[in-house]
């Protein structure tokens, strides 16, 4: 007799698992924008020589988020947390976007990882325009 696997069940909970609601604005200190002006954060995630974080596992994408690209960078660069299977690839590694999928609003997209079978997903925007160039 079979017995089913809970990892399935698993990753469909932490899929389908909300966001943490928004700090109140009197928590954002300094974060305050102006339209169409993007935050540090942002900047250094699409410049050409910033690495991305991606993961292997949408879900585990989602959680290694939750706090921010600057937190899920701390958490990589620490040897003793849990990276989640997730990692800062370089941008010359990326390649064109194979998947796509809106989860709670939000559009992630996996992309080809040079040397590997899996895709790796990032919130969609996050990768280079033409993904990395000459290695397909």
Known sequence: MSRSHPLP??????????????LPASAQQGLRLKPGEKSQAEKAARTPAAPVIACPSVANYRMLMQAGPTAAAATLADPKADHLGCAALPRNRIGAVVDKVTLAGRSYDCAAVKDTTTCHWVETGRLPAAGAEGWR
């Open 9 to 22: 069940i698993l990753l469909l909970a932490a899929l389908l698992a909300p966001w943490p609601a928004p």
